[in-house]
């Protein structure tokens, strides 16, 4: 009787629980527009591209990976005559995870290929997002290398200037140094040893 009983209660809770996940996955269903999926990513960016325009944009990002990863390697290299295995190791670390974003970003370059042939927008949109953030994750990832070797990630370039002003309150005397003045030394009083 007692195990009947434990059977009931279970049954009862398994068709509790199927009937309340149903009716989240009705809800879920029915605020979802026709022809609208889950995965598709609409930003003012790519709204304004078309396919080809894509993977134009596409193209120049994977080249500009493959520059970024060039720069590192030379880094890398740098580096590795220096015989410097603290900058080695930093710069061995972001090289691989640039090449790991590189290979990403092709493979991803390939779907937005097809994306465009079948004329999906949703997922060549998709594709295309991914391949801006591979962008951005490459470009942090080269800051980080510069950040290995002690470069400063700020460049100035030949057209830009650097001025700077000296404050009129500065001092003109050198205050690192303490003027020596002859000390006397002073007698301690004496201290009474019943006291």
Known sequence: ??????????????LVTAGFRMGIAAAQGAGRGQ????????TSRTANLSGPEQLREAGRITE??????????????TARQERDIIKVNCLNDKLTQIDVT???????????????????????NHEYALITIFRQRANTLEEEARRCVGEETGNFGEDQTVTFRVSPNIPEQDTTQYPIEPMTPERPLPQSPVR
């Open 1 to 14: 009787m007692r195990q009947r009983s434990v059977w009931r209660w279970v049954s009862v809770a398994f």
């Open 35 to 42: 022809g609208q999926s889950d995965a598709e990513i609409r």
């Open 64 to 77: 500009s990976l493959n520059a970024l990863r060039g720069r590192v390697s030379r880094l890398l290299d």
């Open 102 to 124: 590189l290979r990403s970003s092709r493979d991803h370059q390939d779907l937005l290929q097809t994306a465009v042939q079948i004329n999906n927008d949703g997922q060549r």
